[in-house]
Every structure is written in C-alpha cells, then in structure tokens.
C-alpha cells in the first residue's frame, strides 16, 4: 500500500527560535515525533505536550499507516513506549477489523509489555475507578493473546513484578487460550503466583547481598563469584552485559572472564540479536572512562568492536559517495533523551555521524553552532571520535548557523554527493533578518554549483518543522535514533521517501 502523502505541499511557518521555517505534514509529522519520542521534557517541549500532539496528529493519519509506525518504532528503531500508545490510541480511534490487534501482537516483545500496554491504556481511557481495568477493547485483547502465548516461564517470571498492574492481572482479563497443555500449566502457576525464580543478575546479585558477611573481602570475594558464576552461565543478557562493565571490573572479576565479556561484546551475532541502539554503546563506553584497572582499555575496544559490528552492512550509500557530515551543538541539543538517561540529543547526532564517517573514504565531517569548523578524525575509533567531538562543542558557540555549512561549501566550490545535518532542526541566522530563510538561500546557491548533490536532515527531536521544503530540490528529511535511519536513505535513493518506506512494511 502507498500513500500519496507529500503531493499536499508544505506551509510556511515559525520554529520556536521565531525563525522561517516549513511546516511538515500530519503524516510526515507524526513520524519525525513518534522515532524521536521518549515522552520525557525536551528542551522545547514537555514530554505530555508531544503525547497530545501525536494523539492529534493521529486524528489526521491513515490508520493503516499508524498501526505500521507502531511496527515500525519497535522493530526498526527499538523503542517500547511509543509503539504501545500508538496501539492504545489507535484501538480508541479505529475498530472493525484486525487492525489494532496485529499491531497490538507485532509491537509487545516483551512479557512485561503485556502490563505496560495495559498500564497506558487504563491512563489514556481515564480509568480510575475500582475495576480499572473492565470493557477491554476486544482487540486489545486479541492482540494481549497473541502476545501472551509467545513467552516461556522464564520470560514471564523475569518481569513477572508487583506493579500496579501485574501479570495476573493480565492474565485475567485477557483470557488468552493456550495452544497446548504445557502452556496452560503456565498459565495457572501464573494464576497462582507460583513462577519459578528466574537465574537473573537481579536475583543472583539481590540473594548475594542477603548474607551476612564477616569481612569486606569477603563480601567483595561473593560479588566477585556471583558475577563470574553469571558470566560462566551464559544467561547474562547483552543488555545487563554492557550496563554492568563498571561492576564486574570494580568486583575484580578474573582476566579470563573478563576476556569472555570482551568476546561476547564483540560477537557479531551476539550484537545483531541485541538490536542495541548506537548510543547505548556510548554509554557504557563513559562508564568506564574513569574505571581504574588494567583491562578497562580492552573493555572499551570490545565496545568500539561491537558498535563496528552492528553497523558492518550499513544502507544508503557506498564507500565511494562524498559526503559531508555536520553536527548540530547548538544549546537546545545539550538536553537529555530521556529523565534517567546521561545522554544528550547532541551526543545521538554525533554517534550516527561518526558511524557514517567510519564507513565513508571520502568524508567532511565538523559541527556547527555560531560558527561552522570542520573537525578532521581518523575515523576508526567511532567512540572515542565522539568523545573527542564532545570535548570541542564550545569552540563553535551554541547557536544554529546550519546555513554557514552550505556557505563554506560554496566558498571553495567543494563537491559533494551527499551532505547530512544530525540536528533538532532549529535552524536560525543571527545575521539575517527572520524572514530571510539564510538555509534555503545557501542550499540554492550550492546546487547551482553541483545540480546533484542530495541533503538530508536527520531530524534527532520531531518538533514539526523543517529548514526547508522538503522532497523539493533534492532536500529529504529522515527522523530517529537507530543505525537503521539509513535504511530510509537508502530508500530515497531508489526513488521512496521515508514514508513510503514505513507503509510498504507488511502487518
């Protein structure tokens, strides 16, 4: 299915620096809100107002097109939340078919989804009475079903918390049929509460620190053997792996299991199942930076050789495609994703512009704020090239000149095929009178010069707005935080745009 969704054309606007700028369709809104969306505070938006901003935007939207959004965010750009409000809203707006039930069963991966989803939707449906939780919308429960028969023991009772909704809770209102009489064993010890303990860290960790122990070296000695025990168990998920570096090193675990975590970091095969986005390995990478031990540099190449690893068939361009990479370090992207999370919008655009240089020969990467300054890094290490972009941002200011990229560009008449700007797309010029779209003036000048060069901005924040208009003048526009945002570039060079690329996904 295709939707002709960018033939409406876009309208002027103001973005919220009161600059020119092109107001995006509901369609391709949506999407650049929904892949940036961690329903926390941004530097110009609450967290609850981009929910009531998607939910508007949903009123707008196809459904059809909602519901594979929804599939898209949890299987393209791995995130949680936001597929299951998509799912939620979406039962609340659409009925009469299977719809909302196979994007409810495709979007929960998680045993612990079944609970979350049904957490946002007693919020969302208002519910705040007693039996919160009676008039389930029947595809909802279909799709919880579908969900409900896909995990084992071990995957229920890992999640299986006293939260304020539980699994047997779930489980009650749900009703799901088993498919055998194993599964409905399952069933009824869940009913009954009597899940086995789960082998976790968690666990292991927790019980550990349960006993009482007569010295620190002891207690020091246990933490030791409980990790190594994890280690050797081979049920240490990925996850857990890199959030935990810091502790194995500091407990002392020995050489060879340290070995061991270096070989499963850096398994290629560990790293696709992992479906890790890129800044999750930034940060255990700035865990360990001030780890005072003498394998915490092997550490850190593990991670610098799984990041590799995980971008190793990257889409959208060849190794022969001149590019030009410019990082927005402008003070609006110096805010955190998220409320628990160190990283910053800032340090997404330069991961995935460091990823792109690592598979380039032929880059101009730099940042830009007050002043546009090409950085020159060797382009191996993606880690520590973003460490050492970090440690320069104030060398540029903190504005959003973007337009003086394009205007250095022109100056020496360099070519490129492709230019790419990581950025909120907060553009302004602190030379230019508001009107005066300085963007849209540099870019025209530079296609006269070199009619085939693209530009693409990877929008990091989904505010709404774009610099310029896109899919006009070869200007295309890319949202979201995974390495597989350049699928989508990949796509429009075939001749699709983002949004056709999202709806050609099979439900």
Request: proline share 2%; aromatic share 10%.
């Amino acid at each position: 299915m295709k939707f002709n969704f960018l033939k409406r054309g876009t309208q002027l606007t103001t973005n919220h620096e009161g600059y020119t700028a092109y107001k995006l369709t509901p369609e391709m809104e949506l999407y650049t809100s929904v892949v940036t969306a961690s329903l926390s505070d941004q530097f110009y938006e609450k967290g609850a107002e981009k929910l009531n901003r998607i939910r508007g935007l949903m009123d707008k939207t196809d459904p059809a097109f909602i519901a594979k959004l929804a599939v898209y965010a949890r299987e393209k750009m791995y995130m949680r939340s936001i597929p299951m409000v998509l799912a939620v809203e979406l039962a609340k707006k659409h009925s009469g078919d299977t719809l909302v039930s196979q994007t409810v069963g495709r979007v929960v991966q998680r045993a612990d989804e079944i609970t979350e989803l049904l957490a946002y939707y007693t919020m969302a449906n208002e519910r705040k009475e007693t039996k919160k939780l009676h008039k389930l919308s029947k595809q909802v429960q279909k799709g919880l079903t579908t969900a409900f028969n896909r995990f084992d023991e071990y995957q229920f009772a890992k999640y299986d918390r006293k939260t304020a909704i539980t699994l047997r809770d779930a489980l009650f209102l749900v009703h799901p049929k088993a498919k055998d009489e194993a599964q409905q064993e399952l069933f009824n010890k869940i009913a009954k509460q009597e899940l086995a303990t789960p082998y976790t860290w968690e666990t292991q960790l927790s019980a550990a620190g349960q006993v009482k122990y007569a010295t620190e070296e002891e207690k020091k000695k246990a933490f030791r053997g409980t990790w190594e025990a994890l280690i050797d168990s081979q049920d240490l998920g990925y996850m857990a792996m890199m959030r935990n570096l810091r502790n194995m090193l500091e407990a002392e675990i020995s050489k060879e299991h340290i070995k061991d975590v270096c070989d499963l970091l850096s398994s290629p095969e560990a790293v696709r199942k992992s479906k890790q986005l890129p800044f999750r390995f930034l940060a255990a990478y700035r865990e360990l930076r001030e780890v005072r031990h003498g394998m915490t540099g092997k550490v850190m190449e593990a991670l610098e050789a799984a990041l590799h690893a995980s971008i190793a068939n990257l889409k959208g361009f060849n190794a022969n495609t001149k590019v030009v990479i410019a990082c927005d370090v402008s003070g609006s992207m110096q805010k955190s994703v998220s409320a628990k999370s160190k990283i910053l919008s800032y340090d997404i655009g330069l991961m995935l512009g460091m990823m792109l240089q690592s598979k380039c020969d032929n880059v101009l990467s730099g940042m830009f704020g007050d002043t546009w300054k090409v950085v020159n890094l060797p382009g191996k290490n993606i880690l520590a090239n973003v460490d050492a972009f970090y440690k320069r941002e104030g060398e540029v200011g903190y504005s959003t000149n973007a337009h003086l990229v394009l205007a250095d560009l022109v100056k020496r008449k360099y070519p490129a095929d492709k230019i790419m700007y990581f950025t909120d797309c907060q553009m302004w010029s602190t030379k230019h009178n508001q009107h005066i779209n300085a963007m849209k003036q540099a870019w025209t000048a530079y296609k006269q010069l070199f009619p085939a060069a693209k530009l693409y901005l990877f929008d990091l924040a989904g505010l709404g707005q774009a610099p310029l208009s896109i899919e006009e003048n070869d200007v295309h526009l890319i949202s979201g935080w995974s390495d597989k945002v350049f699928e989508v570039m990949e796509a429009i060079d075939k001749g699709q745009d983002a949004l056709e690329h999202i709806s050609a996904i099979q439900l």
